[in-house]
Structures are given as structure tokens and as C-alpha cells.
């Protein structure tokens, strides 16, 4: 579903590609977290939109690695002692403050959705040693769509333009790419700090759209090749992409966009300054290509042409030289090959001592473990419905609790089909055994991606960063015994492949402190991304427990109960000696099949893998996600420590008791009759989870009790960097057994009937920064109507005149960057421009005519107020109230109003999406009533008008959130119908609703209201 050559948006069927690509930006991100965490996922999305001809980047994934946090006023047992830092290099905490936002704002403004990730948090001494991450693994990645016909790049013929679009060169970032090669603190300390990049997100948007217009001209399209700029900058880009295309070049140093004049020719040309691509263009398709940059409102210069010779020359008019004059081949030929000679060192392994251990406390401590806890003050900052093509994010269940482990995505708007992801990392175990922390997160990213409906092993495919302290004694060799377990051994054993992957081999912090020196090495950190295509959304699964009765819980265990570097061994201060590992790869094989049968016979009731904390943490998070107990039976002669936090491989699945000899049979068939067990029931009379061995009470504990405690380090982390009584808040209701979502219907949701005559015109306006244009566009056009691609830039030199159109639709994004206030550098491009405020006040004027405003679109049209009739009165929109982007699935009632858009709808209850960073409605007088005709407003699990939070995310008065002009015909909300109309958007939808869910009532209404 793109835009056509005609300017309307069209479906064509055609198979497509997945893009998967997955990076570290480790350094920057110490240095300065929140621009290095942006960085480092604009990179990545860079790297996507720069595949073959051009791809679209689509969803993403984060992860961060840190050393202790030591929250203040919450430091835990296991945190005691600190070792120090160097003063150039944030504290865990700060990282986790700012990188996250970093990352999650750059994913936010350009317009991709991340619905995966992970957070690992470990800090040890071994044999004198000091293991941590002083220096982070920040992780970015993610999965986008390539059309088959663009995914190689072409020669580059002789005279073809060579190009760079996108932001500036200015004087950050230099030395980045060496910079992140050396151990932390080994290097220049002011060089540290200039190796840092800025992002900004808007410019690559920007740049985006550039590639995707060019992407829906297909083999027409005029890009030849394409580089994304990163590391080493234009010095490293442009030879590649020359090198690719098999053509040498002469290039103009000066023709490089400049912010800063001062910069010498190898600041110009080495600069890493961000959200920059080169490529290459045929000359005779230069003017269509500058034409569709200048649509865009995206920079773009020739900087010189291909040549023939094997020659890299690049000319300084300014100077008068030449700062570059070589052969390419001997830039980028071949380099000498390293060798390395490295000898293990073997660790002093002393078994885990538990004789002073209460096994309640130990329960309790590991659920307050960061790797164990509750992630969602790093979940809800970030947008995870741009684009509408989300089916599974993070959250789970009515009361939306993070504890999905599988992204899945739509492959469109249409059709049952898509992609999931799953990470797998369990670098902790690489202290005791390097090879079997390998094989573990393969282990980890499949039973996680298991989740998905993936139609054959085969269809996996792996991508493996790899983090070790190269040079460091024994680092060397645990890097090769870990390479060697992965790639060697247990994929082809698998049938899976790793076509992609990284190193980053500095993971070394060293510093003096009192004339000491002092270091602290991370341990071998193997991180694997797993990507497959899905057969059918539908039967995706969820660690939400049914409620329905006599059910029963399996435990499929590939384990031998192993604790070494457990959390459990962690949070009492030891490692252990006994490794745990996948001794068996036919098991996990075995598994997959098993899975695959239980999924076509339709067994399963909830499904979630045994990671981090082991067996209690799998049961514990389950139960959250439900608000139901369970009564579990340890088997007779089992350690009970082993058995409930041993963190080996293994799933716990719940299905029908009735069923349970098929179980036994189809477990015994795919060869796992030893390793699958009932272990317990679900209960959802209560909420607890009681467990018990040959009789006898093992624990006992309330769900809510162990929710609070699980949920607590996300929430202190929260009151540190957000507002931090809407954080109090937050925890007040945390294990409420209230369902905050929940629907109540006023009609019967339908999809629309396919209409015949002359359709109505939509405008799908957008400005530059806007980046939910398409998912509006698939709304309307669903509803029956021609959408049509409608920028400013059209507007202001007549290529669309809004007279031709019957409605206007303004989505979300981030016009201009929201440096003049949301939605108001927007407002301002209209109301400055003579023609432009003519042409949309008599837009509005004209009673046949419909206006949808959308979160960035409903900011823009609030600040229209003044040429909307019957808008006078309409609210401006500031900072939530939280001082956060807030990003989640909300309560809502559609309100009685004369609005065309909501006709019939009035008393309708239904959760629906928001995701926005300025969403408080500021009334005059701060009286909602006095602002016009209002359409929405969030509500708590009572169906009362929200005034707490996160019921009412932003702050809105009496949960104000959607409104009207007193006509009915222009409409104003924050949240985002457009990206639930069907109920395979929505992480999580009631039971009872089909295809349609109620918010597809709109669109469907602005069709009927123009009939």
C-alpha cells in the first residue's frame, strides 16, 4: 500500500523481502547517553533504508547492557561495595535515565515502532577481576520490507551523479568509528566527547521519504545504489558505494553541504554528522530525482560522478589541492589478515552456597532484580503503533503488562500474514563458559520467536552481535569458543543460518583512581536477534493465562536444572559452578515440532519461555499479565531451588486438562517424553500462587504482593526521570485487579461494504516530519475513499489545490521537529502564507466539506482555531503531564457531540491507542465545556472521566482528549483510531470483537456523511 505515480494511494500485490539488521553504538552511548542511544538507532534504521536500491525500515528493537544501577534510596543487597567509574563515563543510572529516551525519541519523531528488546544487568569480581558493563551495550535493530526488484544495487555506469541528501556536515562525531574501537578511557579525553553524534530525526524522515518515493517507482526508480553515512562519514561512505557500483570518482570537497565553514578538508571529509545518505544516480534521471528531494523539503547536492579509473580523487576549489588522490583499490582491497594468539583462563569455580539462604526471600529478591523486574519505563516512552502494522508488542493482557517476548508485525493492511522477532542473551553464563552462553541466547531468541506462527525451523533467520574485551587474557579465546558454539555446531545442527551480525571488541573500561589503575572488563556478550516470516497473525500466542476452567500448566524443560550465574546466584553475591547450557540441540528441534502441531490442533491457552529468573519468574509473569493464581506441584525428590530458578531452556504452555493424554502423546511423538510435565493449574478464583511439594507448602504468596515488588524498580526509575507524582500514581494501581481496559459497545463494528460509484477525494496532508500518513491513508481507503498524498510543499506551489477534495486528514508525526510547539510550526506554515490561509479557511467555511486532525494533525488544527467556524473555543495542547512521551493502549468514551465522524457512536467504551508527548488540552479558564463540542475523554476501569494517572496519560481536565467544531464536520483527537481499525493492531482486544473494531465507525461515517 503506497503511493501511485497518480499521487493516490494504491494496493498492489507483489511478495516482498525482510529487511533485518541489528547494531551496537556502545561508546557514544557511555559518553553521552541520550544522543548516543539516538544515534544508534537512527543508524540502524539508516542501514535498513540504505539496502539494495532503497528498503523501509518497519519496526525496531532495543536492548541496553549496564552494570549495577544502584538506584538511590533503593540499592539492593547484591549492590553493595561500589567499584567506581572514570569521571568521562555516565553511572548505569544515568544511562538508563537517558539512553533509553535517546533511543525511544529518535524511533518516536522518525516514525518506527519499537516492540522489542531487552535489559541486562550484571556486575561481578572473578578471581580478582571486575566484570560489568561500565562501558554499555546499547543495542539497536529492527525489521523492514524491500520490493524484490530493488533488493541489488547496479553498476554504476560512468558519469553517473554521485549525491548526498540529508542533514549538514558540521564538527561532531569525529572519530567516532576509532573512538568506539579502543578500551574506554584508553584514548584522548576531549576526543571521547567529539566522537559524539547528534541525532535529528526529522531530517531523516525526511530523507526517508525521499527513498520511498523512489521505492514506488520500482525498477523505474532513479536511485542506482545507496549508502547510508555512518562511521568514518563521507571518507568511508562514498568509497563503497563507489567500490560497490565498480566505478572510481572524482568529487568537489566544497559541494558537501556545510554548517560550519571552518572546518578543514578532513573535518569535511570525516565527520560523522548524522541522518546523511550517499547514492548514486544516472545523469539523465538527475532533474526527476532533485524534483522528488525538493517535494520533500530534503537537502540534497551532487558532489561529483563515477569515473572509469580506479581512482578516488577529491578536488578542493577553495584550497586549490587535492586532500584525497588514490587508488580505490588500495583504500578498500584487500586488508591483512589479523591473527590472534590467545590462551584460555580457565575461572575458580566454587559451587553455589546456599546454607544461608530463605528461599521466600530469594523469591522476592529475584523478582526485584533489574533483568527480572518490569521494563516499562522503558516500554511506554516509546511509539509502538506508527506505521499500523503492529500485532504483538511488549504488552500483554487488559491490564497491559510487559511480558511479551515476540515483536510481531503485519506484512499490510489486508491480509492474516507478517513478521516476528525475538532476542536471546544470556551474557552472564560467559563467565563460566563462554560456549554455552552462546548456544543459550539461540536458545532464548527461539523459544521467545516459538510465540509466532513461523511455519518451518528453516524460516529463521539470526543475526549475532558479539561483545568481548579483545586483547584482555582468555577474551580472545572465549570469543572463538563462543563463535565456534554458534556457528559451527549448534546452527547447522538447526538448519539456521546468521547472514548478518557485529562485533564490537572494546568492551573494556580503564581508568587511575588514587594513582591505581583500575578496569572492569564486561563478560563475553553474545546477543542474538532471531527474524521469520509468519504464516498467520492470528495464532500468535501470549504469556496470558486463560480463565476458563480446569486447565492445566506444562513445563517443557531442556534443562538439568543448573544454577550457575543464575539471578538467583547473582542477587546472593556468587556465580556458581555448575554452567547451565543446552546440552541437546535435537530438544529445541524437538520442541519447534511439538509446537507446531499444538498450534494447528489449537491447544494452547498461553504460551511464554523460562529465561531470567528462571521457572518462578515464567509463572510470576503470567499471572501479572492475568490476575490469576495457580497451585503448582513441584515434583516428588526435586531441589525446589533447581526446579523453580534454575534458567535453562525451557517453555511452560497452559491448555485444556481435558487434553492432557494428546499432550503427553504429542510431546512423546516429537521425542521430548522425558523433558514435558504437568506441573500445576490455573486458578482464577484467586490470586495467588501456591506451591507445594509431596504435600507440603513450599511458598504462598499474593499475586498483588509479588506484582508490587516485580513492578517497583520500573517505577523508581520512572519517579527519578519523569514527574514523579504521576508516578506515584502509577504504583498506587499497579496490581489493581480492575481491568483498565475493558469495552462496552453502542453499536455493531463492521467492516465496510465495498462501495461502487465515484469515490470521494481525501487529502492525506502532510508536512515535513509527519510520519503516520500511510496507516491514515489505509483508513479511509478501507472506508471508500481515493486517498490522496497531499504535502504542503504541493499546496504552496499548486500542485494540489484543496478545492479538488471533499476531506482533509491530518495525521501524526512530529511537524518541524515540534521545536515551535506541537503541531504549530505546522499552523504557521498556513497562517503566514497568504494563498494557503484563503485556501483552508474556505475549506472549512464550505459545509460539504470533512477535517480529521490526528495527534500531530489535531495540534495543527487546534492552532487553526481562528479560521475553523465554531472552533474559537478549542484548547491549545502542552506538555503531558507526566514530562514524558507517553505511548499505550487507553481507556476511552465517545461522548455525545454533533460530530458526522462519531454519529451513532455516543456510549461506546473501547481501549484505543495514544501516542503522543504533548497531549494536555489547556482550555481558557481550564473549563472543558467551554471549548467546544467534545467527541472523547479517557476513562478509569469504573467508566468515570480519568483525572489520575496513567488512566489519563496526559493530564487532560476531566480526560478531555477528542473534540469537535459546533457543525460536526471538523473533528479534533489525540489518540489514533487510524492505526486500530482492525483488531489485529491492538495488543489486546476483547474476545468478542471480529475483524473490525469500533474505531473503523469513523471512517466509515465520514464516507456515509458525504453520500
Known amino acids: 500500500f503506497a503511493v501511485g505515480v497518480s499521487g493516490a494511494y494504491a494496493v498492489a500485490e507483489e511478495r516482498t523481502a525482510i529487511l533485518m539488521k541489528v547494531e551496537t553504538h556502545n561508546h557514544p552511548t557511555a559518553i553521552s547517553p541520550f544522543p548516543g542511544a539516538a544515534t544508534g538507532s537512527g543508524g540502524e534504521i539508516r542501514d535498513e533504508g540504505a ?34 567509574k572514570p569521571a568521562r563515563i555516565r553511572s548505569a543510572l544515568d544511562i538508563m535515565r537517558e539512553g533509553p529516551l535517546g533511543a525511544a525519541a529518535f524511533n518516536n519523531e522518525f516514525g518506527r515502532p519499537a516492540i522489542a528488546g531487552y535489559f541486562r544487568v550484571f556486575e561481578c569480581d572473578q578471581d580478582g577481576l571486575h566484570r560489568g558493563y561500565h562501558k554499555p551495550i546499547m543495542l539497536a535493530g529492527g525489521l523492514g520490507q524491500i520490493r524484490p526488484s530493488l533488493v541489488e544495487k547496479k553498476p554504476l555506469p560512468e558519469g553517473a551523479k554521485v549525491l548526498v541528501i540529508g542533514g549538514p556536515a558540521m564538527l561532531i562525531g569525529l572519530g567516532g568509528g576509532a573512538a568506539s574501537s579502543v578500551a574506554s578511557g584508553a584514548g584522548d579525553e576531549q576526543l571521547d566527547f567529539a566522537s559524539v553524534q547528534r541525532g535529528n530525526p526529522e531530517m531523516q524522515r525526511r530523507a526517508q521519504e525521499v527513498i520511498e518515493r523512489c521505492i514506488a517507482l520500482g525498477e523505474d526508480s532513479p536511485i542506482l545504489s545507496i549508502h547510508d553515512v555512518g562511521a568514518g562519514g563521507l571518507s568511508n561512505a562514498i568509497p563503497e558505494l563507489l567500490h560497490d557500483g565498480g566505478r572510481g570518482g572524482r568529487l568537489q570537497l566544497r559541494a558537501v553541504p556545510n554548517e560550519e565553514q571552518a572546518m578543514s578538508p578532513m573535518q569535511i571529509w570525516s565527520n560523522e554528522a548524522q541522518e546523511r545518505y550517499v547514492l548514486a544516480v544516472a545523469a539523465a534521471d538527475l532533474p526527476r530525482f532533485t524534483e522528488i528531494c525538493a517535494r520533500e523539503r530534503c537537502p540534497c547536492a551532487v558532489l561529483g560522478e563515477a569515473t572509469a579509473e580506479d581512482a578516488l580523487i577529491l578536488e578542493d576549489s577553495l584550497l586549490h589541492d587535492r586532500p584525497v588522490d588514490m587508488a580505490l583499490s588500495a583504500l578498500l582491497g584487500c586488508p591483512p589478515r589479523m591473527e590472534r594468539d590467545s590462551r584460555h583462563v580457565r575461572p575458580d569455580l566454587r559451587p553455589l552456597d546456599l546454607s544461608g539462604a530463605d528461599l521466600r526471600a530469594a523469591a522476592y529478591a529475584v523478582l526485584r532484580h ?69 548456544r543459550l541466547a539461540i536458545a532464548e531468541a527461539l523459544t521467545n520467536l516459538f510465540a509466532a506462527d513461523v511455519a518451518a525451523l528453516g524460516d529463521i533467520k539470526l543475526s549475532a552481535n558479539w561483545m568481548a574485551a579483545a586483547d584482555h587474557p582468555g577474551e580472545d579465546a572465549a570469543l572463538y569458543d563462543a563463535v565456534r558454539a554458534a556457528a559451527l555446531e549448534l546452527c547447522p545442527a538447526l538448519d539456521l543460518a546468521i547472514p548478518v551480525g557485529k562485533d564490537s571488541l572494546s568492551m573494556r573500561t580503564i581508568w587511575r583512581e588514587e594513582g591505581v589503575e583500575k578496569t572492569v572488563v564486561s563478560p563475553l556478550s553474545v546477543i542474538i536477534s532471531a527474524f521469520a516470516p509468519v504464516a498467520d497473525l492470528r495464532k500468535s500466542w501470549t504469556p496470558q493465562w486463560s480463565a476458563q476452567p480446569d486447565t492445566d ?10 544454577l550457575g550465574a543464575s539471578i538467583l546466584a547473582q542477587t546472593l553475591g556468587q556465580m556458581g559452578d555448575s554452567t547451565p547450557d543446552l546440552d541437546a540441540p535435537e530438544w529445541l528441534r524437538g520442541l519447534f515440532s511439538a509446537l507446531q502441531v499444538l498450534r494447528m490442533q489449537e491447544l494452547v491457552l498461553a504460551y511464554h519461555d523460562r529465561s531470567d529468573g528462571g521457572l518462578w519468574a515464567t509463572l510470576c509473569e503470567m499471572s501479572f499479565a492475568s490476575r490469576c493464581g495457580a497451585d503448582i506441584q513441584l515434583p516428588s525428590g526435586a531441589d525446589s531451588w533447581s526446579f523453580l530458578f534454575a534458567e535453562e531452556p525451557g517453555v511452560v504452555i497452559q491448555t485444556p486438562a481435558a487434553q492432557r493424554e494428546r499432550m503427553m502423546q504429542i510431546f512423546a511423538d516429537a521425542g521430548l517424553a522425558g523433558r514435558a510435565q504437568v506441573i500445576g493449574q490455573v486458578k482464577a478464583d484467586h490470586w495467588r500462587l501456591q506451591i507445594q511439594q509431596d504435600g507440603q507448602s513450599v511458598l504462598k504468596e499474593a499475586g498483588a504482593d509479588l506484582l508490587r515488588v516485580w513492578a517497583e524498580t520500573s517505577n523508581r526509575m520512572q519517579a527519578l526521570r519523569d514527574d514523579p507524582l504521576c508516578a506515584q500514581e502509577a504504583f498506587a494501581v499497579v496490581a489493581s485487579e480492575d481491568a483498565p481496559l475493558f469495552s462496552h459497545l453502542s453499536f455493531t463494528p463492521q467492516m465496510p461494504m465495498i462501495q461502487t460509484g465515484v469515490k470521494p477525494r481525501v487529502a492525506i496532508l502532510r508536512e515535513q516530519g509527519v510520519n503516520g500518513q500511510i496507516e491514515m491513508a489505509a483508513a479511509f481507503h478501507r472506508a471508500g475513499f481515493t486517498a490522496v498524498d497531499v504535502h504542503m510543499s504541493d499546496l504552496a506551489a499548486g500542485r494540489h489545490r484543496l478545492p479538488d477534495f471533499q476531506a482533509m486528514a491530518a495525521g501524526g508525526g512530529f511537524s518541524y521537529g515540534d521545536v515551535l510547539g506541537a503541531g504549530a510550526g505546522w499552523a504557521k506554515s498556513i497562517l503566514f502564507h497568504d494563498r494557503l490561509r484563503d485556501d483552508f479557511a474556505a475549506f472549512f467555511a464550505d459545509t460539504s466539506r470533512l477535517a480529521l486532525g490526528v495527534c500531530n494533525g489535531c495540534q495543527m488544527l487546534a492552532e487553526l482555531r481562528d479560521i475553523i467556524p465554531g472552533a474559537a473555543h478549542w484548547p491549545r495542547f502542552a506538555r503531558n503531564r507526566s514530562e514524558q512521551f507517553e505511548a499505550r493502549l487507553a481507556m476511552v468514551e465517545v461522548v455525545d457531540s454533533p460530530s458526522l465522524l462519531f454519529a451513532g457512536m455516543a456510549g461506546t467504551y473501547a481501549p484505543i491507542v495514544i501516542a503522543h508527548g504533548e497531549g494536555r488540552a489547556h482550555f481558557a479558564g481550564d473549563q472543558p465545556g467551554s471549548g467546544g ?9 469504573q467508566g468515570q472521566p480519568a483525572v489520575q494517572y496513567p488512566a489519563n496519560p496526559n493530564g487532560s481536565p476531566q480526560g478531555v482528549t477528542g473534540l469537535c467544531n459546533e457543525d460536526g464536520r471538523v473533528s479534533i483527537l489525540m489518540p489514533h483510531p487510524e492505526r486500530v481499525v482492525r483488531s489485529l493492531q491492538m495488543s489486546w482486544r476483547p474476545p468478542e470483537w471480529g475483524e473490525a473494531t469500533p474505531w473503523m465507525q469513523i471512517f466509515v461515517n465520514a464516507r456515509k456523511a458525504l453520500e
Open 553 to 562: 500448566l506444562w513445563l517443557v524443560d531442556l534443562g538439568c536444572g543448573r
Open 51 to 84: 539496502t539494495g536500491r532503497g528498503g523501509k525500515p518497519k519496526a525496531g528493537l532495543t536492548g541496553f547492557s549496564v552494570s549495577h544501577l544502584r538506584i538511590p534510596g533503593y540499592i539492593q543487597s547484591w549492590e553493595s561495595n561500589p567499584y567506581g
Open 370 to 438: 533489574p533483568s527480572v523486574a518490569s521494563k516499562e519505563f522503558l516500554i511506554t516512552i516509546g511509539d509502538r503503533s506508527v506505521g499500523g502494522l503492529i500485532h504483538r508488542d511488549q504488552m500483554v493482557g487488559p491490564w497491559q503488562v510487559p511480558v511479551a517476548d515476540c515483536g510481531v508485525t503485519a506484512a499490510d493492511f489486508w491480509n492474516n500474514h507478517g513478521e516476528a522477532m525475538a532476542i536471546g542473551e544470556r551474557a552472564p553464563v560467559a563467565v563460566l563458559n563462554p560456549a554455552a552462553s552462546a
Open 933 to 941: 463540542p467534545v467527541t472523547m475523554r479517557f476513562v478509569n476501569a
